[in-house]
T-cell receptor, first 119, second 113 residues
């Protein structure tokens, strides 16, 4: 079974600075997707960024980028120019992409990292 | 196009009562997934349904929990005889097809008193 580990329960960053959230995962599969979700106090789960394992290029979405290290099974999220609205719980998640696989619709989540942005 | 709609947002039940949580998927989506988020935890998969069919309920507790997604109307997650340990946020997500992106609702926070 796949597992996702977020080793930082809490992180803080100054407004306009850069912060990196860590995520490692364990899988025996070679084809999968990785995601970062943001959960603000409203509890809405918002997809921040997505990475396909077969792509070597790291995904980017405006101020959000990832450092995907497949061999190390590491998937960190970098937030540049942090804004007050970035304050939230951030979850790393894994989903199998194996065709015909038994569970390629299930998301496996880490426990989350609470990000505080200081003005 | 409205997103995934869940209601109620907050639900309080006494021990032993029944809880019914509703989820209306996005328009055009026929795949529905339920997840549970316990305090201080990430979301955990419970069940995957397509219209009128339960595809995978491997994450559902064996007793007291059931889910349905009828031909007409929302998907329902039903918890009978609730206990304090059922207190959690329950999230629904929907997707257009298998392997396509799933979109989440805002969740229902169930509190058992």
């Amino acid at each position: 079974a796949q597992t996702v580990t977020q080793s930082q329960p809490e992180m803080s960053v100054q407004e306009a600075e850069t912060v990196t959230l860590s995520c490692t995962y364990d899988t025996s599969e070679s084809d999968y997707y990785l995601f970062w979700y943001k959960q603000p106090p409203s509890r809405q789960m918002i997809l921040v960024i997505r990475q396909e394992a077969y792509k070597q290029q790291n995904a980017t979405e405006n101020r959000f980028s990832v450092n995907f290290q497949k061999a190390a099974k590491s998937f960190s999220l970098k937030i540049s120019d942090s804004q007050l609205g970035d304050a939230a719980m951030y979850f790393c998640a894994y989903r199998s992409a194996v065709r015909g696989g038994g569970s390629n619709y299930k998301l496996t989540f880490g426990k989350g990292t609470l990000l505080t942005v200081n003005p | 196009n409205a997103g995934v709609m869940q209601n109620p947002r907050h639900l309080v039940r006494r021990r032993g009562q029944e809880a019914r949580l509703r989820c209306s998927p996005m328009k055009g989506h026929s795949h529905v997934y339920w997840y549970r988020q316990l305090p201080e935890e990430g979301l955990k998969f419970m069940v995957y349904l397509q219209k009128e069919n339960i595809i995978d309920e491997s994450g559902m507790p064996k007793e007291r929990f059931s889910a349905e997604f009828p031909k007409e109307g929302p998907s329902i997650l039903r918890i009978q005889q609730v206990v304090r340990g059922d207190s959690a946020a329950y999230f629904c997500a929907s997707s257009q097809a298998l392997n396509t992106e799933a979109f989440f609702g805002q969740g229902t926070r169930l509190t058992v008193v």
